[in-house]
């Protein structure tokens, strides 16, 4: 599952963090225009901080940018990020929702919590935020949502409910990776091995082979009898990804 991440904020934030622009030109910014570019400013030093690894900097950034502007949104999305990262999930939690406090509708902070919530085991909690996350008729990414959703009632062992929001997903955009990966997976557990594999082969037209993609290709071809087809997956495998969980685990069932 996958959060919806803030990208960098233009340089010229940067280059004219005390001004704005006006019909007449450049003119003085007031207090709040002035606290507004404070909270952007540090947002953007707080997230390449995260970038480069330095997570103490980056904390004291976010920390001074939500000082500038205890509202702002993404600095409060960039900080849960960065307590995820440090294993902090109680003030993780606390700023993804203060994210969606202070833009209820906005479609990606839903889905940041959502997200959030299935990691923790709280698939329950989560969808009604996927709703939310569904209902912003400006929401740019729905598939993804669509995706994390799905991939949520996976882990509940949900199917019925998991497989129709891969489903919509890919409605929405047929060539979504993870949402081809996790159908063809999906259906690779409800025994129905001739449909798991028509998804995995579309997700493999789309050129993004993965441990668990071969692994998994390696199955399916084995559970319908086709065994020279499954050691070239596990050539492939072995090939591409020979340090990988899965590869590990067919040398050790190649071995019994």
């Excluded at 994390?148 to 882990?155: E, F």
């Excluded at 998991?162 to 990966?181: G, H, I, S, T, V």
């Excluded at 998994?216 to 340090?243: C, M, T, W």
């Amino acid at each position: 599952m996958r959060l919806e991440r803030w990208g960098l904020l233009a340089a010229l934030v940067l280059a004219c963090a005390g001004c704005v622009a006006g019909e007449s030109g450049l003119k003085p910014s007031s207090a709040a225009d002035e606290r507004a570019k404070g909270a952007e400013v540090h947002t953007e030093l707080g997230q390449r901080y995260m970038q480069d690894g330095d997570l103490q900097g980056a904390m004291e950034k976010l920390q001074k940018a939500l000082q500038f502007d205890p509202k702002y949104v993404p600095a409060h999305t960039v900080i849960a990020v960065l307590y995820e990262r440090i294993n902090d999930p109680v003030n993780a939690e606390l700023h993804y929702r203060k994210a969606i406090e202070f833009d209820p509708k906005k479609g990606s902070v839903n889905n940041n919590l959502a997200v959030f919530l299935c990691k923790q085991g709280r698939g329950v909690e989560a969808r009604p935020f996927f709703d939310r996350a569904l209902a912003d008729p400006f929401y740019e990414t729905p598939d993804l949502a669509l995706t994390n959703a799905g991939t949520c009632q996976m882990q509940a062992k949900d199917y019925p409910a998991a497989e129709d929001y891969f489903r919509k997903a890919l409605q929405r955009n047929p060539n979504n990776a993870d949402a081809l990966y996790q159908l063809a997976d999906l259906l690779y557990l409800k025994n129905d091995a001739f449909r798991s594999r028509a998804f995995l082969q579309r997700y493999e037209a789309l050129g993004r082979p993965s441990p668990d993609s071969l692994k998994l290709g390696h199955d399916i071809e084995l559970r319908l009898g086709n065994g020279e087809v499954a050691q070239d997956y596990a050539k492939r495998l072995r090939s591409q990804f020979p340090d990988s969980e899965q590869a590990h685990t067919l040398e050790a069932s190649a071995r019994q």
